[in-house]
């Protein structure tokens, strides 16, 4: 029986906390608590509501990209606009580059390290690792003298004494399964990816002018296109976007893929841990009409209960019976009590922080304890994310989702119930990530088709002046951000935001238990984990991780009795 | 391939730096530092010993937008900063340790390079209620930043959020998001932008390691280098403006042609950066190119400095006329008076300081019979 403190949880985005028990090596409870606040509601209130993109998209600059498209959805969904069509492929685009992007960094950044020994790497063969990769690739950078040379910088760099970005990590853990030539690959494309996640992103910059936190508009987007000149989006523009694509593509299915299988098939106990919940919610994404005809969308909408799959459940943002945020056990107040649960339009956001005024070395999580509300769907405790999204779209029988799932359950000859874990996480992601990269593509070329027809409008002045829209109106914006479910909502009175509230991925996946004392995604996910070392809980990174967590936290264990094995301390 | 074993020093001396210069690097680090005169020979003994700079990167009330522009960095491109150029030995977004493993690589640093490790900070530090909106390892932000700020070589504010408070400390200000130049008593050199680009962030430190000082800044503690001039003067629209050709509608026929989006509310006018230059993403292309105005997201305030399809010129008392200095002057009175008045002074305070280490070590090299 111990405890075992982890805080910060890194490699994730922004401050996690989880404190929990570990009871004969396995965990028996756990809290996911976020310690960091900004208040975003509330600075929101009274402003220009088509400014909101630019105010939300702030709530992260990992995912970048993907709140300014949730805000201007829901503007738009209160003022009743469509946008043009071109501005609907542009859209996909930059969502699309975005979950490509984001989801290698995230595997070889944030998520490999837990299961790649990088010190382990300095002793393999670099002709046998040659032909690892030329087994698995025909990716070209694989000759033998590449990976010697990586591995020369490699030994110098650790004989450095300065370790850097790699010093402390759990290296030599028994519970690291690779063999060194794999590992030495994978610190290869550590650093291919480094390179190539630079190069994706220029969708943004084209079509948005930045990234991270490119730009968007309010009935469109604010690139214009005029082939017949060279201040717009151009042949040369739209030839450079379309070889991105075709790297994007080369690097998902060459690198990323090939690399998440033969890791995956070292770790295959790992399609037994992890599961947690078994209710999956997915908002959907990529019309491929509009926004407003979700049956449409490339990825569907809908909720998984009980693991079933035989039924998908409608899902509706605007149904006050349906989305609910509970506060039991978050720093928050209700004018009417924290025991009731508020659909986001009637949200509120009060701060009431009853926690232990910093320094501490444990939280109260019988009280408040996270800076995260608690979301439920028609009262249930929903995981969101790609394995989520996957779900729903195989569950629904979208043809191309079944088709990439069944046969990478058939390569690693692992069942379909492996797919609940925390492997079955990291895959989805993987496998998601090879068919919008391909959809890219299928946008990329419907623009092209659009602007041949002569159809060049990126935006619709309709509603864009303030005197036309309605003394009050409310609207909703759906969508899927690379980490899960994303939406806004807005209610406008006399042209300024009333209430905005946010419900994002990770107030799903890692808020606190809720009024039921029912866990949510992460608590729930970490119950059963295997540590085999208190002292090294790489166990714990990787379920965590395996969600990409997108906040600001850190996890800490404790022993029944309340002592502390592993005291945090600050230095 | 550079030798990562090589001090600053060997690394300087390979470049072609002379004795010089590696000594004027050192007493600037020593100045930033608030070593004393005496402790200079301690710093220049480490900096000739001590391979790859120690770097510390600390995050607090922020959205990770400045490391991840970091890594977009072209030149010099990101992975050779981390394996050959710095030793990035505490960093939340980057590093394989968790936990009390990377609290040890903080506290090592902190200790074992005491006077010189470079302290880079993302995010805003909320001053409001002890600090509890931002906790980390159960310590406030506060706490952390004042532990790691005391031996810190060189202090760098990356973005809004740490320069001037940027979203979090929009009206109403709900955690008194502040930043971190108000919060230590050490010169800061704020490189603000939501986030900066990439590759003016690599340039700041690269110019603090490979010509031994610190770059120039204004009144505002930002390197001229990249925020000397507004965005408006090097905009490549500019011709547009000059020509009175505005775009009066999003995607109309001027939208098409690329005209000046000044009537749209564009703030390039005000805002200095290194946009329509430098550009983004290795040069791709920055907001105004691609059809949107500048929104000044490297100005202080500027959540706070009206809407922002709204035209400049209703701003009360700014003309389009008028100097740059005026407009920087006018806007930031008219948007916050006491934050920017303080500001101002504090890094006019701070520049004095920095400017008489830089004096003192030319005085003791020519003492000392050196020559440029």
Partial sequence: MARIVVDPITRIEGHLRIEAVVENGRITEAYSSGTMVRGFEKILKGRDPRDAWAFTERACGVCTTVHALASVRTVEDALGITVPKNAELIRNLMCCAQYVQDHVVHFYHLHALDWVDVVSALSADPAATSQLAQSISRWPKSSPGYFADLQKRLQTFVASGQLGIFANGYWGHPQYKLPAEANLMAVAHYLEALEWQKEIVKVHTIFGGK?????????????????????????????????????AIAFVELVYLPDLLAIAGFYKDWAGIGGGLTNYLAYGEFPTRSYGQ????????????????????????????????????????????????????????????????????????????????????????????PLARMLVAYAKGVTEVKDIVNDTLGRLNVPVTALFSTLGRTAARGLETKLIAHWMQEFYDE??????????????????????????????GLTEAPRGALAHWIRIKDKKIDNYQLVVPSTWNASPKDHNGMRSAYEEALLGTPVANVDQPVEILRTIHSFDPCIACAVHLYDPAGRQVHQVKFY | MPDPNATIWQTMQAKGYTRRDFLRFCSFAAGLAGIEATGLARVVHAFENKPRPPVVWLHFQECTCCSESFIRSSHPIVADIVLDKLSLDYTETLQAAAGHQAEKCLHDTITNYAG??????????????????????????????LKCAKDAAAVIAWGSCASNGCIQGASPNPTNATPIHKVIDKPVINVPGCPPIADVMTGVVTHILVFGRMPALDGQGRPKEFYGRRVHDTCYRRPYYDAGLFVEAWDDEKARKGYCLYKMGCRGPVTYNACSVTRWNNGVSYPIQSGHGCIGCSENGFWDNG??????????????????????????????????????????????????????????QQAKGGGR
């Fill in chain 2, 307 to 364: 809407p922002f399809y709204q035209h400049l010129a209703s701003f009360p008392g700014f003309g389009i006329e008028s100097t740059a200095d005026t407009i920087g002057t006018v806007v930031g009175v008219g948007a916050a008076v006491g934050v920017t008045a303080h500001a101002i002074v504090t890094n006019i305070r701070k520049r004095k300081l920095i400017s008489e280490h830089m004096d003192e070590s030319v005085a003791d």
């Fill in chain 1, 294 to 385: 979700p049956d449409s969308f490339k990825f569907p909408r809908g909720a998984i209960l009980n693991r079933n799959l035989n039924e998908v459940h409608e899902v509706n943002g605007r149904d006050k019976e349906e989305i609910k945020e509970y506060i039991s056990h978050s720093w928050y107040s209700y004018k009417n009590g924290d025991g009731a649960g508020l659909h986001p339009w009637d949200g509120e956001t009060e701060f009431n922080f009853t926690g232990p005024k910093p320094p501490f070395d444990q939280l109260n999580v019988e009280g408040k304890y996270s800076w995260l509300k608690t979301p439920r769907w028609r009262e249930h405790a929903m995981e969101v994310g």
């Fill in chain 1, 447 to 476: 623009l092209l088709a659009n602007v041949k027809a002569g159809e060049t409008r990126t935006f619709t002045e309709e509603r864009w002046d303030p005197a036309t829209w309605p003394e009050t109106c409310e609207g909703v």
């Fill in chain 2, 116 to 145: 010189q490790y470079i302290l880079l900070v993302e995010g805003s530090v909320p001053m409001k209620d002890d600090g509890v909106y931002c906790m980390i390892a159960g310590r406030s932000a506060e706490d952390i930043l």
């Fill in chain 1, 211 to 247: 990234n991270p936190h490119p730009n968007y508009l309010v009935g469109g987007v604010p690139c214009s296109i005029n082939l017949d000149e060279v201040n717009a989006v151009n042949t040369e523009r739209l030839n450079q976007v379309a070889k991105l694509i075709t790297d």
